[in-house]
C-alpha cells in the first residue's frame, strides 16, 4: 500500500464487505483491524501464541506486604516445569507454547535445562529503603527482555510473572508512572486480611515518599521487579518484531504502561486481555485507555488471562483471511440506500450515489454509464 491511510481504507473495506452485516463481529472486527496493521499486510497470520513467564523475587517482600513466603516464588517455578500450574492448564487447553525464565529467584541458579535462565540478581532489595536494583541492573533486565520478545516466533505472545509480593511492586510503579493514588492502586495481592491491606498500604506509602516525580526506566529501577522489567523489554522487543503482545492483569498492565511510556509505538501492538480483580487493575487500564475483552473475575497473573484471550485473537485472523466477502459468496452485497431504482433492480451492490454518506466503500472513481431507465446519470463505483 502507497500509504497508512491507503492500507487503513483497504482493511475496512476487506472487513465490511465480508458476508455480514456491518460491524455485526463487533469488537472481532477491532481485533482483525489490530492484527494486520501490525502485521502490514491485509493476510496476516494468527496461528500460534506463545506464553513466557518471568519469576523473581522482591526485597519488599520482608516488610510483611504478601500473605505468602517468599520461597514459593521457587516453588512455583518447580510447578511449571512439572506442568502442574494453572498457566500450564490453560495454555493446553488453547494450544499455546509456554516458557519460564528465572529473571531472578531468591537462591541459587535452579540448574535445569527447561528454565531459560536470565538471572539479574537473587531477588531485588527493599524499596522502602533504597532502590530495588541499580540503573544498570535495569538496562540489563529491558535488554534480556527485548531480545527474548524480538526472538519468539510466535504470531502473538503473552506474559505472565511469578514473584511474592509483585503486586507491591506493581502498585508502588503504577503511582509513579500516573499519578493515581495508592488508596486505589493497592489490593489484597494473593489475600491479604484487613490488617494486612492496612500493614501493605502504610508501607507502599513510605516507599513512594522517598522519592519524587521519576521517567519510567527511573521508577523501575526505584519500584519494579526483575520479572518486571523484563517483561517490559519483552513487550517492547515483541511489538518491535510485529508481534501482537496479549497483555495479562495488574502486574503486566503496570510493565505495559512502562513499556508504553519508554517506547510509545509499543502501544499499538498491545491487546488488553481482561480486568481482573485485583483493586487497582482498572485504573491502570484507565491511565492507557485500554477497553478489555473479557471480565472473569480472576486474579491469579501467570498469564492466565491472556491465555484465555488467544483463541479470540485466531478467531479474528481466521475471520480476515478465510470469511467470504460477498462477491466471492455471489451474495448481494449491502446497497446504498440513495442508489437509483433502475440500478437496485439491476442488483449492483457496490454501486453508489455521488453524495450518499451511508456507503463504506473506499475511494471511488466517477463514470458515465450508458442508458439508464430512458436517461443518463453520473454515478461512482468501487473497484474491487
Known amino acids: 500500500m502507497s500509504t497508512d491511510t491507503d492500507f487503513a481504507a483497504a482493511l475496512q473495506h476487506k472487513i465490511d464487505f465480508k458476508t455480514k452485516p456491518l460491524g455485526s463481529l463487533g469488537r472481532i472486527e477491532d481485533l482483525a483491524t489490530l492484527i494486520a496493521t501490525v502485521q502490514g499486510t491485509l493476510s496476516p497470520q494468527m496461528k500460534t501464541c506463545e506464553l513466557t513467564i518471568f519469576a523473581a523475587d522482591h526485597g519488599i517482600a520482608a516488610e510483611g506486604v504478601s500473605k505468602f ?8 517455578v518447580l510447578n ?7 498457566a500450564n492448564a490453560f495454555a493446553r487447553a488453547v494450544g499455546a507454547e509456554m516458557k519460564v525464565v528465572d529473571a531472578g529467584v531468591a537462591g541459587a541458579p535452579f540448574g535445569v535445562a527447561e528454565l531459560i535462565e536470565r538471572r539479574i540478581g537473587a531477588g531485588t532489595k527493599s524499596f522502602l529503603h ?8 535495569c538496562d540489563r533486565a529491558l535488554e534480556e527482555g527485548r531480545r527474548l520478545g524480538a526472538e519468539s516466533l510466535a504470531d502473538a505472545v503473552a506474559y505472565g510473572e511469578m514473584g511474592i509480593a509483585n503486586t507491591a511492586s506493581a502498585a508502588a510503579l503504577g503511582h509513579k508512572l500516573t499519578g493515581v493514588g495508592l488508596d486505589v492502586l493497592v489490593g489484597r495481592g494473593t489475600g491479604l486480611d484487613d490488617d494486612g491491606l492496612t500493614r501493605k498500604r502504610k508501607v507502599l506509602e513510605a516507599a513512594v515518599a522517598r522519592t519524587g516525580a521519576l521517567g519510567p526506566k527511573e521508577a523501575l529501577a526505584e519500584y519494579g521487579g526483575f520479572e518486571v522489567a523484563m517483561m517490559t523489554g519483552a513487550m517492547i522487543g515483541a511489538a518491535a518484531a510485529k508481534k501482537v503482545v496479549i497483555v495479562d492483569g495488574f502486574i503486566a498492565t503496570a510493565a505495559a ?5 519508554i517506547a510509545p509505538a509499543t502501544r499499538a501492538a498491545m491487546v488488553f ?16 485507555g485500554a477497553e478489555p475483552l473479557l471480565r472473569l473475575g480472576l486474579r491469579l497473573g501467570e498469564g492466565t488471562g491472556a491465555l484465555l484471550a488467544w483463541p479470540l485473537l ?9 470469511m467470504a466477502s460477498f462477491d466471492d459468496a455471489g451474495v448481494t452485497g449491502p446497497q446504498c440506500p440513495r442508489l437509483p431504482r433502475c440500478a437496485k433492480r439491476r ?21 458515465r454509464p450508458t442508458a439508464c431507465a430512458g436517461r443518463r446519470a453520473t454515478f461512482r463505483f468501487a473497484a474491487l
Open 257 to 261: 504502561l512502562a513499556a508504553m511510556r
Open 80 to 86: 511449571y516445569l512439572a506442568d502442574g500450574a494453572g
Open 69 to 76: 513466603p517468599q520461597e514459593v516464588t521457587r516453588q512455583m
Open 314 to 322: 485466531k478467531a479474528a485472523g481466521e475471520m480476515l483471511n478465510t
Open 273 to 288: 486481555s481482561h480486568r481482573s480483580e485485583e483493586q487497582g487493575h482498572g485504573a491502570l487500564l484507565d491511565a492507557l
Open 130 to 137: 533504597e532502590p530495588a536494583m541499580s540503573a544498570a541492573e
Open 347 to 367: 442488483g449492483w451492490s457496490f454501486w453508489r450515489c455521488n453524495s450518499s454518506p451511508d456507503c463504506r466503500c473506499p475511494p471511488m472513481r466517477a463514470i
